[in-house]
Each structure stands twice: as structure tokens, then as C-alpha cells.
């Protein structure tokens, strides 16, 4: 069976590359050239774990072909992105691109499903007349789903197999066949619904994460006001049996819950002040620090900024807190050196250093994703080379063990 997987991102190649493995003939469609290039070699262009090991597989096997062209398939898959504008509004205009783009390949009897992230009714509402304005019967002639990603970069590949998959289908007919292509690579449940509640419940789970966090952040502020260790608070609270405070942070970044939620505020604005007003608040974190910040050190005074990342041990910078809180700093007149041992430069355009560089003559370390390399950082050379050594864990990651090292996190802040 041929599947064409279009959009070869986070989600794309991981998909197209598992599908491959268990034996489908897979065609990867990019608008990218660099990236088919790479892709037909073997190689990957993001970093994930395991990832370009089964990439390499399954090109190898000529089970994975990558191209700028869209071919004939029995299935038709859609992982492009919906990032948002304004700080509200979805544009589908990759996705609307996607099925635009296949639809002169497809037969009839072929299975097209929507991975991307899309705000509920977009399958009713948008795709299917899409496909109706150039003569399909999408109820009689294809079947047409949601299939909404649910992975966890970082473990992408573990959960693509092992997580339960939910199929929102047009029609019963079509949740049916499309779970029926999902069950060969998921050994989690694969569950079939209508494609407007697989859209919504997509949203809520990164909504609900989103507000979750958003609480825990609040606590911060109000515990930095009070006097009290949020941390703490919050790992008792957890104690209790149906209490699971999430963690806060510099502020929520990545494609998915900073973004999901404005999914939903877009489509009910007068109804969701909960999931808005969590987005603010989340949003205000990367100010929440940087005012911190001028409490412990000096005016222009040069911070060692650890963690461009959305999080810990990936490369992807898409909605980094870290990038809000750089521009905060420089419009502030701090020096800064920034130091991620997962992000490479081609991915943003302010000049990154290493670990001595970024530290020599710093006032402060200023730790914002909780990469691996942060747990236990060289304290030595941080004594010799700072200007003081101070670290401002906003991720409570760095163990720290020397006396000499003044270190902040969410517990004593306010101190
Ligand atoms: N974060 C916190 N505190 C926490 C957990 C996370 O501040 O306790 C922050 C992270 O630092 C990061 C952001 O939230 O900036 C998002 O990280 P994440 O690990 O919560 O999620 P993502 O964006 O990497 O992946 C999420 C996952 N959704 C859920 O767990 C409900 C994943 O399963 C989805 O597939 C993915 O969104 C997606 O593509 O939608």
C-alpha cells in the first residue's frame, strides 16, 4: 500500500518514517529542497531521538522516498504546520495548501487524513468544501479524517507506536478505514469518532496542559510576593491522590500549547476567558524573570543565558520563552552570552557561544530549558570566570553543589 505523507516536519518525517518501517511504501512531500535532499540520503534535518536511524532503515530499504512532488497513493496523509498571527487567529493557509496540492492525485476509494492541529469544525467547514468546489462526493467518494498527532518531542517515536490514537472520521466509513491504517503501526488503542470531536479533544489536552501550567506559574508570583517556597508548595500539594499541579516555568513555549489554545479563544472568544486568561499569564513570565533579573544583578551588567529550546534536550526553538526573554534583556541594555548545546546557529540569528564564552565576566547565569548538560554545570570554572557566580534556575534543573555559587529557582526567589 502507498501512503504520501505530506509535510516532512516533527511530525511528518517521524510518521512517514514509521509507516515505512512497518512496510508501506512511503513518499515524504516537502516544499523544502535541502530537506528532500537530505531525507533521500538517509539523513534528517531536526534533531529526535532515534530518528535518523530509522530514517536512514528505511531509505535504505526503499521503503522512504522523499520529494518536492506530490504522486498517486492509496493513503494521503496532511502534517504541515498551523502556526497562528496576531496572537489569535489560525492560519490554515499550509494546511488548505496540502489538500489543494493532492487533490488532482487522488482517486477515488483513497484515504486522506489531517494530522496538522486544526481549530474545531475546520474538516466540515473548510476541507470538505474544498474538495466539493472540484466535483467530490466526499461522503461517497473518499474517506476523509482527523487524526490529530499526540506526540511528545523528544519521544516521538515511542509514542507514535504506543500512544492511543484518536480518528475523527467524516463519516463512520471513514473513521473506520482511516483506523484501520493507523492500527498497523499503533500497538495503543486506536479509537473512532466524528472529526469535530477529534479536532476538539486534540485541543484540550494541550489546553488543559497550558492552564495547568499557567496555575503553577501564578503560584509563583504569588508565592515570590508572600514569602513562600512555590516548589515546595507544589510538590506537597501533588502528594495529594488527585491533586497534579504541573511545573512553572520561564513561560510556555513550542507549536503546540502556545499555540493550541488560540484555536479554541478564536472560535468562542465570549466563552473561554479561563483558557485566554492562562495564556497571559504564561505569556507574562518571560517579563516575570527579566524584572527578577534586575533585582540580582546590575544595570548592563552581562548575563550567561543557558537554553535557547523550547525544552529540555530537543533543538527546537519555535515559540522559546528564551527568545521573548532576549529581546526583554537587550531592550534592558544587558550583554548576553547564549549558550545551547542542542540548538545549532543556523536556527536563530543572534550569534551563540560556547559554555567559557558565554560565562566569562557574567553576572549571572540565567538557566531558562532544562537541557541535560544544566544539571550539573562546571562550578570551578563558573567560580574562576564570572564576574559573581550566581545562577537563576527558572527551570529548577542545575544541582548545585559549591557554597560559593549564589542560586535562585522558584523556591527563593523573594529572598
Ligand atoms: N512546560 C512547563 N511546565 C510543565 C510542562 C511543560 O512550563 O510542567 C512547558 C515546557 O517547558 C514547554 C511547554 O510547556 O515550554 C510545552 O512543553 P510540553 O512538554 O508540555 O509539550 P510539547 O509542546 O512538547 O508537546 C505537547 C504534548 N501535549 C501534551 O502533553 C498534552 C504532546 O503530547 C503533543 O503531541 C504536542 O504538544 C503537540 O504536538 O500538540
Redesign the pocket.
Known amino acids: 500500500m502507498n501512503i504520501c505523507v505530506v509535510g516532512l516536519g ?2 511528518g518525517l517521524p510518521t512517514a518514517a514509521v509507516f515505512a518501517r512497518a512496510g508501506f511504501n512511503v513518499l515524504g512531500v516537502d516544499v523544502n529542497e535541502r530537506v528532500i535532499n537530505l531525507i533521500n540520503k538517509g539523513k534528517v534535518h531536526l534533531e529526535e531521538v532515534g530518528l535518523h536511524k530509522v530514517v536512514q532503515e528505511v531509505v535504505d530499504a526503499g521503503k522512504l522516498r522523499a520529494s518536492l512532488k506530490i504522486e498517486e497513493a492509496d493513503v494521503f496523509i496532511i502534517a504541515v504546520p498551523t502556526p497562528i498571527y496576531d496572537n489569535l487567529n489560525v492560519n490554515l493557509q499550509y494546511v488548505i495548501s496540502a489538500i489543494k496540492s493532492i487533490i488532482p492525485y487522488v482517486k477515488k476509494g483513497n484515504i486522506v487524513i489531517v494530522e496538522s ?1 486544526i481549530p474545531p469544525k475546520t474538516i466540515d467547514d473548510v476541507i470538505v468544501p474544498i474538495f466539493e468546489a472540484t466535483g467530490w462526493n466526499v461522503k461517497e467518494d473518499i474517506y476523509l479524517a482527523h487524526c ?7 519521544r516521538i517515536l515511542v ?1 507514535l507506536v504506543e ?1 492511543t490514537r484518536i480518528v475523527g472520521g467524516y463519516t463512520p466509513l471513514a473513521a473506520y478505514k482511516a483506523a484501520e491504517i493507523y492500527r498497523k503501526i499503533v500497538t495503543g488503542e486506536v479509537i473512532e469518532t466524528q472529526a469535530v470531536t477529534a479536532e476538539m479533544s ?1 485541543l484540550m ?2 489546553t ?3 492552564v ?2 499557567a496555575l ?2 501564578e503560584l509563583v508570583k504569588i508565592s515570590s510576593q508572600l514569602g513562600i517556597n512555590a516548589l515546595e508548595v507544589i510538590k506537597l500539594a501533588n502528594q495529594h491522590p488527585r491533586v497534579n499541579i ?13 499555540v ?1 489554545p488560540y484555536f479554541i479563544i478564536e472560535k468562542a472568544q465570549e466563552v473561554s476567558p479561563l483558557i485566554a486568561n492562562a495564556r497571559q499569564i ?1 505569556n507574562s513570565m518571560p517579563h516575570f524573570v527579566v524584572d527578577h533579573i534586575g533585582k540580582i544583578i546590575n544595570e548592563g551588567a552581562k548575563i550567561a543565558l543557558f537554553g535557547l529550546a ?3 534536550n ?1 533543538d ?1 526553538v519555535r ?3 528564551a527568545i521573548k526573554i532576549i529581546e526583554l534583556l537587550k531592550e534592558k541594555g544587558y550583554q548576553l552570552g547564549i549558550y545551547d548545546p542542542h540548538v545549532t546557529q543556523e536556527k536563530v540569528t543572534f550569534p551563540l557561544v560556547s559554555f567559557e564564552e558565554a560565562i566569562v565576566g557574567a553576572e549571572c547565569i540565567l538557566v531558562l ?2 537541557h541535560n548538560e544544566f544539571k550539573s554545570l562546571d562550578e570551578r570554572s563558573i567560580e574562576l570566570n564570572m564576574e559573581q557566580p550566581v545562577i537563576f534556575d527558572t ?1 529548577d534543573c542545575v544541582n548545585v553543589i559549591s557554597n560559593n555559587i549564589i542560586y535562585y529557582n522558584y523556591n527563593n526567589l523573594f529572598k
Open positions: 516533527y511530525i492541529t490529530p498527532e499526540r506526540v511528545l518531542p523528544g509514542e500512544n486534540k489536552e494541550n488543559y496542559r497550558d495547568n501550567i503553577a506559574n504541573h511545573l512553572p516555568g520561564p513561560g510556555v513555549g513550542g507549536h503546540c500549547l502556545a493550541d504564561n523550547y525544552k529540555g530537543i527546537d515559540e522559546s520563552p530549558t532544562d527551570k
